[in-house]
């Protein structure tokens, strides 16, 4: 087992007491994928050998990754060193231009957190070429002999705790039903962590305990203790959800669809990390035939914490990020000194032996989630609820619950893991504000069962005026109803919510010119061309919005379809229903499921992914692209610009994000359709004021949700291009020239 190591220099010890003072910053999800960071947008750059310390991490879209953020800047601050952190947002060529700009600034240390172990090579060996001290955090970048350190925790050990935890949980039943699930095949810790679960898994599966039912490449080797690298990604090629939650969730539905009843019962599971865990668990929770389930998770998550405290997930592994933040700056403290740091292990990563330290890690449960997080002082007890009164101090709230009647306005957003809502949340809270009333904003995540409890917390809370997005507009209904028997007005914000009478009014834009502008645009830019690949790319099954953005599209391109202008290349129903110029919300369903992307950036690259996969030389060239939003649209840009057999590519976008906005600028995305939030915000708002004064706002239209005729407003939408985008967003006041380069 590795020892820890001891500070051996006065300023190592100033920064260990910070360490250990500190708690940690809030972990929530930041904005946008390639959003700058304050680093990259507000710093100015170092002069030369003033900074000393350049960090890569790869995406701010994970709590776990925002927490190291802060933890790094605090202790190097206190240690008297000067530090830039970039984010690589899942891109290893963000990442190898992340190290480029820290080797120009004249760091002298590299700290880095690999996207991809493999594809990280090429840019450390860089970093050495300049002289740069490299140190390795928490994941190993492989077949170099570039790195001179390895920051980690013991990820066999990591693995093994999880392994453990279900063998133990499992008894003495046999037959069990064990559900397998990996992080990222172009991790090298994805397959650590994988190893040691097998080593105490795969004993229980040969002797009948457990019965693999999501892998036939495991089954096929389940009676081998021992892997090879490339037996293992044969199961983590069937079983990777890439560490993305929307990926997890896709891949869990799959399997339980394609499972038996009697292959379900009392299940376990084996999630890689917390925000794996808690899609999973959520999908397996919500299939019928599943009774019970035991899920594994790692790195103790707020929201995964509170899940194990809710009895929601199973456990979780805690790796003390302050420990591993110290092993880290300790080593680049002795390298900036010009000595040897110590180094208690090694680890081999395909062409040398790199020098390491390994920390520990503890099993996190209801039982010991007090002792473990609360006591240590890694987190104060009021981030969360539910934790024994007795034992600790009563959890408060988020935010301190307002006097009866105080509480005017309630706000449910679907999610802070997208831009779009965190801008919405901050337009609302300033407006509110400046009207004089008090509001409350939550966030479901993405998940309609956390959005029910949000709209019952509010309405506990008092609200008179309930304002919200739905996750899913059908699941949304039975958390109105609620609302309206208690006497709450509820306005529907950009999404509608369907089949029930309990929604007051509708606030949104016009979501079928939404899509007539995305697919108007691909017309123009086709102009008289004959033959040309179509792809077709949708929202969330589960959005209504999805559909009417869709049904604008078609009502231009299927024409175009027809005359043989585009020829559809990635989705076999649409190419069946393509004679058809006005399709049933049945037929929509049919094309939807083959492309829909669930908004999620990941799920919309993997798709894309493997329809260029599937796809033959000839379908490529010069292609066209209906992408339903910005997110989506740079993922899937990227993915086709990386195929070497198309030329060129026409993409559509939606939401005018700063990031896509960017995108359109140096001529990565085509188009992005805005939606001024401000105007939306403002409808709500106006709607809000009046239901408070007890008056019937002003609604020039209507909208049918199923049941019943909504009263409704719907602003107009612009098309946004590298021509226009300074008039459209700049001129008017929306974004400021600053926030973006290239703008002429």
């Keep these: 087992m590795f020892k820890k190591l001891m500070p051996f220099v006065s300023v190592v010890l100033a920064l260990t007491f910070v360490l250990a003072a500190c708690a940690p910053a809030a972990a929530t999800a930041a904005p946008a994928a390639v959003e700058p960071t304050k680093a990259e947008a507000a710093a100015p750059a170092a002069e030369a050998g003033k900074l000393a310390v350049g960090i890569v991490l790869p995406t701010k879209d994970e709590p776990r990754w925002v927490q190291d953020e802060t933890r790094f800047k605090d202790a190097l601050k206190a240690a008297g060193y000067d530090v830039e952190i970039l984010f690589s947002q899942g891109d290893s060529a963000k990442e190898a231009s992340n190290v480029e700009a820290l080797i120009a600034k004249g760091i002298k240390v590299l700290i880095i957190c690999p996207q991809d172990g493999k594809a990280a090579a090429a840019a450390v060996e860089k970093a050495k070429a300049a002289g740069v001290k490299v140190i390795a955090y928490d994941r190993l970048i492989t077949n170099t002999d570039a790195v001179d350190f390895f920051a980690t925790f013991n990820s066999f050990n990591v693995g093994k705790a999880q392994g453990q935890f279900l063998v133990d949980k499992a008894g003495d039943g046999k037959g069990l039903p064990l559900y397998l699930y990996a992080g990222a095949a172009s991790d090298n810790n994805a397959f650590v962590f994988f190893a040691g679960a097998w080593s105490v898994l795969q004993p229980k599966v040969a002797d009948g305990t457990f019965v693999i039912k999501n892998s036939s490449e495991a089954v096929a080797l389940q009676g081998k203790a021992e892997l090879t690298r490339d037996e293992q990604a044969k199961i983590i090629g069937q079983i990777t959800t890439n560490w993305d939650f929307a990926v997890a969730k896709t891949l869990a539905e799959q399997n339980l669809t394609a499972a038996k009843a009697e292959d379900k019962g009392n299940v376990f599971i084996l999630a890689p990390n917390d925000g794996t865990a808690r899609s999973i668990a959520d999908t397996f929770a919500a299939d019928k035939d599943v009774k019970s389930y035991v899920v594994t998770g790692q790195d103790a998550e707020k929201a995964s914490v509170q899940y194990v405290i809710d009895g929601k997930q199973s456990m979780t592994v805690f790796k003390d990020v302050r420990t591993l933040v110290k092993d880290a700056i300790t080593t680049a403290v002795a390298f900036l000194k010009g000595e040897t740091p110590q180094a208690p292990g090694k680890e081999n990563n395909g062409k040398i032996d790199v020098p390491a330290t390994e920390s520990e890690v503890v099993t996190v449960t209801k039982e010991n989630v007090k002792a473990v997080l609360i006591d240590s002082g890694y987190y104060p007890a009021s981030e969360f609820t539910g934790l024994d009164a007795a034992a600790a101090a009563p959890a408060a709230p988020t935010a301190p619950a307002a006097e009866a009647g105080k509480l005017a306005v309630g706000i ?306 612009v098309t946004v291009t590298k021509e226009n985008v300074k008039a459209a967003l700049i001129d008017s006041g929306y974004y400021k020239a600053s926030d973006f380069k290239g703008l002429e």
Excluded at 569 to 596: C, M
Excluded at 658 to 685: C, E, P, W
């Design 412 to 717: 449910v957003l679907p999610t802070k893991d997208e831009p779009r809502w965190v801008q919405d949340e901050t337009r609302f809270k300033d407006a509110l504000k400046a009207a004089g009333y008090d509001v409350e904003i939550l966030f479901s995540q993405g998940d309609s069962a956390k959005e029910a409890s949000n709209v019952e917390a509010l309405i506990a809370k008092g609200i008179k005026v309930l304002i919200i997005c739905p996750q899913d507009g059908k699941a949304a209904a039975a958390a109105v109803e609620k609302a309206k028997a208690a006497g709450v007005k509820v306005i529907a914000y950009d999404r509608l919510i369907t089949n029930t009478d309990a929604v007051d009014f509708f606030a949104t834009f016009n979501s079928f010119n939404v899509g007539k502008a995305q697919g108007q645009f691909l017309v123009d830019k086709a102009g008289d061309g004959k033959g040309l690949p179509l792809y077709l790319y949708a929202g969330a099954a589960s959005d209504n919005n999805a559909f009417v953005f869709f049904a604008g599209a078609w009502s231009v391109l299927q024409p175009k379809v027809a005359d043989g202008t585009f020829v559809i290349k990635n989705s076999s129903e649409a190419v069946a229903l393509q004679g058809k110029a006005e399709l049933t919300r049945d037929e929509q369903a049919k094309i939807i499921g083959q492309i829909t992307t669930n908004w999620d950036f990941a799920v919309a690259k993997t798709l894309a992914e493997q329809n260029l996969t599937a796809a033959k030389a000839e379908d490529k060239g010069n292609v066209f692209i209906l992408a339903p939003n910005d997110g989506t649209a740079r993922s899937i840009a990227d993915t086709f610009a990386a195929d070497k057999d198309v030329k060129s590519y026409v993409v559509t976008g939606q939401d005018a994000e700063k990031a896509s906005v960017q995108y359109v600028i140096d001529g990565k995305q085509s188009m992005t359709v805005f939606k001024d939030v401000r105007t939306l915000v403002n409808d709500a708002i106006t709607t809000a004021v009046a239901f408070l004064k007890g008056e019937t706002p002003q609604a020039p239209g209507k909208e049918n949700n199923g049941k019943i005729d909504v009263p409704a407003t719907e602003s107009e939408v």
